[in-house]
């Protein structure tokens, strides 16, 4: 990635960046609360509390954050540097600006990491190999595969012409600290698909000349060959090149036209030429540290990087064959010895996972209702507490949903954690809360959602969204006092108490289980009976 130009840079200490603490910060809260899974929440002095301190944020895991990066629908308004401008940006950054080379080869490595995670998930692309040449393109390759490895990956690390300077053996350490294994070029398959699923691209940045010496050749080679694989049908390892596809020109690209096709190229700073002939499914730009001084100086055009993301995608999604679509779940089977008797202990323990998976918004649930015309509708809503006297939402009382419940009390709540394999069927009959819990409720909202429960009648037709804006900034003006929001009348809670669970895990070969809960009546009790249903 960046110029040879840095070789004759003093090396300070290297960025001791941890990607489980950057995990952890994107996405976690820095006040996020561990909860308790000893006692299942009380629907407002404990499970609100929780669910009030808990601040549900999702970056960065590979399927949450996937829906964050924003595509940028017309790549031919991107700018792209030439070998020249590029060694210049490159100079720049760690001359009068001030950065260290191990401070960008950090950021850039974090970059990829990320990028391959969007694109690549886990489970099906589990075992990587990063590739890595002398020079700083393979530093970044080595800073990619630390960071792989804290996102759950498998990587493996051949580095065949080690770099005897601190920053590298450093990062050699590092990796080998974490008991990354280290193969030569000689402990490789010819075929790179038996034993691995990405191969990253880290042997030559936009700095190298000439063609390629021993035993880059022929890896190279081997990366080529892929194709060759491929066009037999036999399911290939896919390929992600660090900034330059190794062996391509920095501005022509792939000049004999036999050269690596890389699946997905990650351009840092900004893409060079050469990336203007890449016709993979996926180009990602990378390396989030450009300051307005060198925008400004060579008056590039980059995308903007969306939230705290550290990459964003260029061009537009590939198509893809619905019909094609599908997960082969990998889950710990479900077996009946496994639960709790009690299903509203089996859902705590089953949202306490939610919790410490970091899932974005664990409380989310599709309501299900049905007016008296056997209609039926959905909606996504807010868990807001639960006990054993069932499952708490809040809402407009002249709502579609509310109209449903006045004309038909059955509803049905599906809880669904991804990441988990997880899903939670409850049905029952639902009625409203007292007005009291719901005033409690009410005033411990923020204020301006306090507002926004006054402005929005649900459901109703309105002229625009100014007209919504307008109404809300009236009120904030009427309230502006500080005092207590009155709790609009037609606004209020409503408790589902369950008549039926079921508890999903998603398995191998759609061979998922599903244990349901059905009440039973004796001696005056409520007992339940778990039974197993054919998925």
Known sequence: MLSLLRKNKTMISTLTLSSSFIIHLLSSSSSSTPISSSTIHPSHKGFFGSILRYKFK????SRVMANSIKVVQNPDTISYLNQREAAEVDEILMGPLGFSVDQLMELAGLSVATAIAEVYNVKDYNRVLTICGPGNNGGDGLVAARHLYHFGYKPFVCYPKRTAKPLY???????ESLGIPFLSADDLPINLSEDYNILVDAMFGFSFHGTPRPPFDDLIQRLVNLQNYNEINQKRAVIASIDIPSGWHVEEGDITG????????VSLTAPKLCAKKFNGAHHFLGGRFVPPSIVDKFKLQLPPYP??????????APQIDISSMRENYISPELKEDDVEPDPFVQFQKWFDDALAAGLKEPNAMALCTAGKDGKPSSRMVLLKGFDKAGFVWYTNYGSRKAKDLSENDNASLLFYWDQLNRQVRIEGSVQKVSEEETESYFHSRPRGSQIGAIASKQSTVIPGRDFLHQEYKDLETKFSDGAPIPKPKNWGGYRLKPEFFEFWQGQTSRLHDRLCYFPQEANSTIKWQIKRLAP
Do not use: F, N
């Not at 999702?58 to 895991?61: A, I």
């Not at 036999?258 to 190229?265: E, N, Q, S």
């Not at 939230?307 to 537009?316: E, H």
């Open 58 to 61: 999702g970056y960065c895991s």
């Open 258 to 265: 036999v050269g690596v096709k890389p699946d997905m190229l």
């Open 307 to 316: 939230g705290t993301s550290m990459c964003v995608r260029i061009g537009k």
């Open 169 to 175: 053996t450093g990062l050699v350490t590092q990796l």
